[in-house]
């Protein structure tokens, strides 16, 4: 009786322990939670886009392309990566994902095209310092680059 | 009749001129593509949040933390007033807005909301470079606090 108490007092202790760790599996954000969020980041970059492209192209506030490309750069910066986390390939956040699976696959050029992005977002952001028109439309069209080349190869349309 | 025709012409170029002027004040973005905006920006704070409050709260990685930090600033830095826009009080972004009318009311105490928020975000990325897990819990915190204040008198909950 006393060995079959402590074996089933194992028994409770081990299944405890698994039902802990699937728990703690589970911790992290739900793979839609991940979709909403990267979705929220491109939309984010998308409304910063739109305000240094009407600056270069129209009446240009210093002050406001500062803050723009800040928030480009943090973003390009913050590790996006996180949110293209697997089981992020299919799925619904605010909508349907537009990602291509292929930005998935083993050898896939997303890490370079994202390096790329934020190499010329931090340059955008320093360039905006100086206050240029012209400076910073030429690196705001080198920023745009890398966003269509990812865009080309892994953003299905909408 | 050469009169008349000189008449007709300057009405022309004058209905011309209202209907591009018209056309002009039109060109911004629509409200909900601004409530659209707004609530993606807090879903990056959100995530960005949810980031430093794990590692506040667990394993402390100083890398991870300096970049939702400085996401966080700046985005808080990055003029989110402007997606308040006249028009926006109500209307569907990627749903409804859940702001209060009392945001927008003369006299609101919106924007002392949002410096304190600007300024604790800020003095947050300063402290993230420190890599210091007990400050940047008493900082993020303060910055908590800052978030409280606002959504309890400006957001409905949701």
Same mark, same amino acid.
């Given at each position: 009786m006393k060995r079959n108490s402590i074996l089933a007092a194992l028994a409770l202790t081990i299944a405890s322990l698994a039902v802990s760790?699937?728990?703690? +599996?589970?911790?992290? *954000?739900? *793979?839609?939670?991940?979709i909403k969020w990267r979705q929220s980041a491109y939309q984010v970059i998308a409304w910063n886009n739109g305000r240094i492209k009407a600056n270069?192209?129209?009446t240009y !506030?210093?002050?406001?392309?500062?803050? +723009?490309? !800040?928030?480009?750069? +943090?973003?390009? !910066?913050?590790?996006?990566?996180?949110?293209? +986390? *697997?089981?992020?390939?299919t799925g619904k956040g605010w909508h349907d994902t537009t990602v291509k699976p292929e930005l998935f696959k083993p050898g896939s050029k997303v890490g370079e095209y994202a390096s790329a992005f934020s190499k010329e977002a931090n340059e955008l952001a320093q360039v905006a310092l100086l206050g240029d028109q012209a400076k910073t439309k030429e690196q705001f069209g080198k920023l745009g680059k890398t966003c269509k080349a990812c865009h080309d190869d892994f953003k299905n349309k909408e």
């Amino acid at each position: 009786m006393k060995r079959n108490s402590i074996l089933a007092a194992l028994a409770l202790t081990i299944a405890s322990l698994a039902v802990s760790s699937g728990a703690q +599996a589970q911790q992290g *954000p739900k *793979p839609e939670q991940l979709i909403k969020w990267r979705q929220s980041a491109y939309q984010v970059i998308a409304w910063n886009n739109g305000r240094i492209k009407a600056n270069v192209e129209g009446t240009y !506030n210093k002050e406001e392309v500062i803050k +723009a490309a !800040n928030t480009i750069a +943090a973003l390009a !910066n913050s590790g996006l990566g996180a949110l293209f +986390a *697997p089981g992020t390939e299919t799925g619904k956040g605010w909508h349907d994902t537009t990602v291509k699976p292929e930005l998935f696959k083993p050898g896939s050029k997303v890490g370079e095209y994202a390096s790329a992005f934020s190499k010329e977002a931090n340059e955008l952001a320093q360039v905006a310092l100086l206050g240029d028109q012209a400076k910073t439309k030429e690196q705001f069209g080198k920023l745009g680059k890398t966003c269509k080349a990812c865009h080309d190869d892994f953003k299905n349309k909408e």
